[in-house]
Protein backbone atom coordinates (compact mmCIF):
# COMPACT_ATOMS: atom_id res chain seq x y z
CA UNK A 1 0.00 0.00 0.00
CA UNK A 2 1.45 3.17 -1.31
CA UNK A 3 0.77 6.30 1.25
CA UNK A 4 2.02 9.91 1.02
CA UNK A 5 2.24 12.67 3.24
CA UNK A 6 3.16 16.35 2.78
CA UNK A 7 4.84 18.47 4.88
CA UNK A 8 6.60 22.22 4.67
CA UNK A 9 2.88 24.15 4.48
CA UNK A 10 2.16 27.73 6.50
CA UNK A 11 1.84 31.04 6.12
CA UNK A 12 4.28 33.18 3.80
CA UNK A 13 4.17 36.69 2.47
CA UNK A 14 3.76 37.58 -0.65
CA UNK A 15 7.19 37.45 -2.46
CA UNK A 16 8.43 34.59 -0.23
CA UNK A 17 9.04 30.97 -0.74
CA UNK A 18 7.92 27.89 0.73
CA UNK A 19 8.92 24.07 -0.23
CA UNK A 20 7.10 21.43 -0.15
CA UNK A 21 8.01 17.91 0.68
CA UNK A 22 6.41 14.42 -0.47
CA UNK A 23 7.39 11.74 1.69
CA UNK A 24 6.59 8.24 0.10
CA UNK A 25 6.24 4.58 2.03
CA UNK A 26 5.28 1.44 1.01
CA UNK A 27 7.37 1.64 -2.43
CA UNK A 28 10.07 2.92 -4.23
CA UNK A 29 8.86 6.88 -5.16
CA UNK A 30 11.59 6.27 -8.13
CA UNK A 31 8.93 3.59 -9.82
CA UNK A 32 6.07 6.66 -9.48
CA UNK A 33 5.98 9.24 -11.28
CA UNK A 34 4.87 12.49 -8.73
CA UNK A 35 2.45 15.04 -9.06
CA UNK A 36 1.23 18.30 -7.33
CA UNK A 37 -2.04 19.68 -7.24
CA UNK A 38 -3.51 22.51 -5.32
CA UNK A 39 -7.19 23.30 -4.28
CA UNK A 40 -8.08 27.21 -4.04
CA UNK A 41 -10.92 27.88 -1.95
CA UNK A 42 -14.46 26.85 -3.31
CA UNK A 43 -12.59 26.31 -6.60
CA UNK A 44 -11.48 22.56 -7.69
CA UNK A 45 -8.26 20.91 -7.60
CA UNK A 46 -6.14 21.98 -10.01
CA UNK A 47 -2.26 20.69 -11.95
CA UNK A 48 0.34 22.40 -10.60
CA UNK A 49 3.66 20.36 -11.73
CA UNK A 50 4.67 16.82 -12.51
CA UNK A 51 7.75 14.81 -12.25
CA UNK A 52 8.80 11.20 -14.02
CA UNK A 53 10.22 8.49 -12.44
CA UNK A 54 13.64 9.13 -13.94
CA UNK A 55 13.37 12.79 -13.65
CA UNK A 56 14.49 13.46 -17.05
CA UNK A 57 10.87 15.08 -18.08
CA UNK A 58 8.81 17.76 -15.73
CA UNK A 59 5.74 19.71 -16.35
CA UNK A 60 4.36 22.56 -14.89
CA UNK A 61 1.26 24.67 -15.41
CA UNK A 62 1.30 28.35 -17.20
CA UNK A 63 0.51 29.91 -13.75
CA UNK A 64 3.53 28.62 -11.46
CA UNK A 65 6.35 28.43 -14.10
CA UNK A 66 10.02 29.97 -13.42
CA UNK A 67 8.60 30.09 -10.18
CA UNK A 68 8.29 26.60 -8.95
CA UNK A 69 10.38 23.82 -9.41
CA UNK A 70 9.78 19.77 -8.75
CA UNK A 71 12.48 17.86 -8.02
CA UNK A 72 13.10 14.41 -6.55
CA UNK A 73 15.20 13.06 -3.91
CA UNK A 74 15.02 9.06 -4.62
CA UNK A 75 17.37 8.13 -1.59
CA UNK A 76 14.75 10.15 1.23
CA UNK A 77 11.75 8.27 -0.96
CA UNK A 78 10.96 12.03 -1.47
CA UNK A 79 9.86 14.65 -4.24
CA UNK A 80 10.50 18.41 -3.45
CA UNK A 81 7.95 21.42 -4.92
CA UNK A 82 10.42 24.54 -4.42
CA UNK A 83 8.07 27.38 -4.51
CA UNK A 84 9.70 30.85 -4.63
CA UNK A 85 7.66 34.12 -6.03
CA UNK A 86 5.14 33.70 -4.03
CA UNK A 87 1.26 35.58 -4.87
CA UNK A 88 -1.65 35.68 -2.56
CA UNK A 89 -3.29 33.52 -5.50
CA UNK A 90 -1.18 30.63 -4.72
CA UNK A 91 -3.06 29.93 -1.48
CA UNK A 92 -4.66 26.64 -1.70
CA UNK A 93 -4.35 23.18 -0.36
CA UNK A 94 -1.47 21.14 -1.58
CA UNK A 95 -1.92 17.70 -2.55
CA UNK A 96 0.96 15.25 -3.48
CA UNK A 97 -0.10 12.52 -5.87
CA UNK A 98 1.76 9.82 -7.16
CA UNK A 99 0.85 7.35 -10.21
CA UNK A 100 2.85 4.36 -12.39
CA UNK A 101 1.80 5.66 -15.53
CA UNK A 102 3.85 8.02 -18.03
CA UNK A 103 3.87 11.92 -18.28
CA UNK A 104 2.27 14.31 -18.92
CA UNK A 105 -0.46 13.04 -15.39
CA UNK A 106 -2.29 16.18 -15.58
CA UNK A 107 -5.38 15.81 -14.35
CA UNK A 108 -6.72 14.36 -10.84
CA UNK A 109 -8.57 11.19 -12.11
CA UNK A 110 -4.75 9.88 -13.57
CA UNK A 111 -3.11 9.55 -10.28
CA UNK A 112 -4.08 6.66 -8.37
CA UNK A 113 -2.11 7.36 -4.73
CA UNK A 114 -3.13 10.90 -3.09
CA UNK A 115 -1.47 12.29 0.06
CA UNK A 116 -4.23 14.10 2.41
CA UNK A 117 -2.79 18.11 1.34
CA UNK A 118 -1.42 20.66 3.34
CA UNK A 119 -2.40 24.49 3.35
CA UNK A 120 -0.36 26.63 1.88
CA UNK A 121 -1.11 30.30 2.54
CA UNK A 122 0.04 33.32 0.99
CA UNK A 123 -0.97 36.83 2.61
CA UNK A 124 -0.66 40.36 0.54
Known amino acids: QVQLQESGGGLVQAGGSLRLSCATS????????TGWFRQPPGKEREFVAV????????YYADSVKGRFTISRDNAANTVILQMNSLKPEDTAIYYC?????????????????WGQGTQVTVSS
Open 51 to 58: ISRTSRDT
Open 26 to 33: GRPIRTLA
Open 97 to 113: AADESRLPLATPSEYDY
